[in-house]
């Protein structure tokens, strides 16, 4: 925070609670017994903004100066009357205090869409918002260029919207799909789940099936994190039904996440319900349980979504986010990096389909000999990719018209849009619907890898698929326990460091580990003579009507494809230790 001494004094931004009463005193030391003219608000963080309704009512005759959207934000923070004494600005737009010029421009996602930086013409200073900055700022002797890099990477506007989703499309089809057709392929020529799949069609002596016990790890430990994530759902489904979230502000809605997350029982009886019901669902059997009920619940899902699309892009303000979102900017790209964009895609398409861990290859053992597996592994990739797709034309544009940060991962699903909600007429029912449809896209999840856990049961063990369900209800229950009690009981624990915990540990030895060295093993099994082979493969693939494997991908698959999946493995084990 700043103050321009001038004909008309300004204050630049105020500052974080925490430091309120030395800013204030400071504040009064430097004005003694004058009056500010105005005060610039940059950003409405609160680690910028927390003190705005504060200073306002110390100089009533203050105006405050913003641009329409941070205007639109302030009663999301304050309540305090700003009539009379909002200025407005534009893009480009100058305001005179005497012997200064202030020049503002707009800086939409940096890093949210309100903010604005501001010139100062006479001396030449710009204010930068959260533009320029770094992690740990206050750590003083620390190398400042390697921290500053990392948080205009992390924080600014990342990849270029629409560039990003191009780049990550294109891995998609390159990356994703032939790892998904040789899955499919193994699990319909073995007819079993990944717990005997290598056994029956791997070459005498060899020891393909020791993977075995890498894809059941991978679906267990999957389970363990997610049974608790799809129990948030189902919480905050209720929560919006019964009007929880209404008239609370920012810090409030935030405020109910963390409460959530302290409260172990709680989270544990709607991970069992998570857990009971989706069992239940795969103990009806496939055809009369996972089938039946899974298609209407994607046929529901897909019509929440398109509802919820069509009403977040008609917002009044929406355009923006659509721009942000469907607009390529590909000079972000070339800022970020390219080649950690690159990579970012690559993961993401990789990560996306859940391949490496035997849990396509246990509906691929499914399908029936008509249907060629290329052509259905394209319908899968595009059914994911449309998911993917609409869900963000519900974020962006709602995010944007309402100004709120679209952030990412759990802030994202459990404080950012519970805030948009509550700004949105009829927000309540829209807010019930959007984590009914996540309740669903979860619990097909969930559904999917329970199916694959009981055929390991069934083909290791011979048992009925009733036993397997109850015994694995207890073993799922128990084992989800440590990522309920990472965020209260045991969040001394941080594997990775401050901020981490449990269910970052799980996700990491899934995500970065399991996925990548699993799919690099399907690949290796389906293309060397030391595993089932190319020829084999290629077999099953193309058995049945429809799109056929490209028999000129053989070179990719066999010798690039594995080398971009180690790729991909090494950065990750190195973004998160090094």
Avoid at 426 to 436: M, P, Q
Avoid at 545 to 563: D, H, Q, R, T
Wanted: aromatic letters at 14%.
């Amino acid at each position: 925070s700043y103050v321009i001494m001038d004909d008309k004094i300004t204050i630049m931004d105020t500052v974080d609670q925490r430091a309120t009463e030395e800013w204030i005193a400071n504040v009064k030391n430097v004005l003694k017994d004058k009056t500010p003219a105005y005060l610039v608000v940059s950003h409405m963080e609160p680690d910028h903004a927390a003190n705005i309704q504060k200073i306002a009512e110390m100089y009533p005759e203050m105006k405050i100066i913003g641009n329409a959207k941070t205007f639109s934000m302030m009663p999301q923070f304050f309540d305090f009357d700003l009539s009379n004494r909002s200025v407005v600005v534009k893009e480009g737009e100058e305001i005179s205090l005497g012997a200064h010029t202030l020049q503002f421009f707009m800086a939409p996602m940096v890093h949210w869409p309100e903010v604005m930086v501001t010139y100062e013409k006479s001396e030449k200073i710009l204010f930068s918002a959260d533009g320029f900055g770094k992690f740990g700022a206050l750590s003083v002797e620390a190398d400042w260029a390697c921290e500053a890099r990392r948080y205009y990477f992390n924080i600014v506007g990342k990849y270029g919207g629409a560039a990003f989703v191009l780049i990550y499309l294109a891995f998609l089809l390159i990356l994703g799909l032939p790892i998904m057709v040789m899955e499919f392929s193994v699990g319909r020529a073995s007819k079993v789940s990944a717990a005997l799949s290598f056994d029956r069609l791997e070459p005498k002596g060899t020891k393909w099936h020791w993977y075995k016990y890498g894809a059941m790890a991978g679906n267990y430990l999957l389970m363990m994190f997610y049974t608790t994530i799809a129990g948030w759902m189902v919480q905050y489904f209720i929560k919006m039904m019964t009007g929880e979230f209404e008239g609370k502000d920012t810090a409030a809605v935030a405020g109910v996440f963390s409460d959530m997350l302290a409260k172990p029982g709680t989270m544990t009886f709607f991970m069992i319900i998570v857990v009971v019901g989706c069992f239940a669902i795969c103990g009806m059997g496939l055809q009369n349980g996972v089938e039946k009920i899974t298609k209407v619940m994607m046929l529901l899902l897909l019509a929440l979504m398109l509802i919820l699309a069509v009403r977040s892009v008609t917002l009044d303000g929406a355009s923006e986010g659509l721009h942000f979102y469907l607009a390529p900017d590909f000079h972000k790209v070339v800022e970020y990096g390219l080649f950690d964009t690159i990579f970012a895609a690559m993961g993401q398409a990789f990560f996306t389909l859940s391949l490496g861990i035997g849990a396509i290859a246990i509906f691929g053992s499914y399908i029936d000999k008509s249907h060629s597996l290329t052509g259905e592994a394209v319908l899968v990739t595009l059914l994911d990719t449309f998911v993917a797709l609409i869900a963000g034309l519900i974020i962006f544009p709602s995010c944007f018209a309402y100004g709120v940060d679209p952030g990412e991962g759990p802030s994202l699903i459990f404080i950012t849009l519970p805030n948009v909600f509550n700004s949105m007429a009829g927000g309540r029912i829209w807010g019930a619907l959007f984590f009914l449809f996540m309740i669903f896209a979860a619990a097909s999840t969930v559904i999917a890898v329970f199916e694959n856990i009981l055929s390991f049961a069934i083909d290791l063990t011979g048992c009925s698929r009733k036993k397997a369900v109850i015994v694995n209800i207890v073993v799922v229950a128990v084992l989800s326990m440590p990522c309920v009690l990472g965020f209260n009981v045991w969040s001394g624990f941080m594997p990775f460091g401050k901020g981490s915990g449990i269910l970052d540990l799980e996700d990491f030895l899934v995500s970065n580990n399991l996925l990548p060295l699993g799919s690099l093993i399907y690949l290796l099994f389906c293309t060397s003579r030391y595993g089932w082979g190319w020829k084999n493969f290629l077999k099953e693939a193309d058995t049945g009507e429809g799109l056929k494997f490209p028999k000129w991908a053989k070179f990719y698959v066999s010798y690039i494809l594995p080398v971009i999946v180690l790729i991909i493995f090494a950065l990750g084990i190195k973004d998160k230790f090094f």
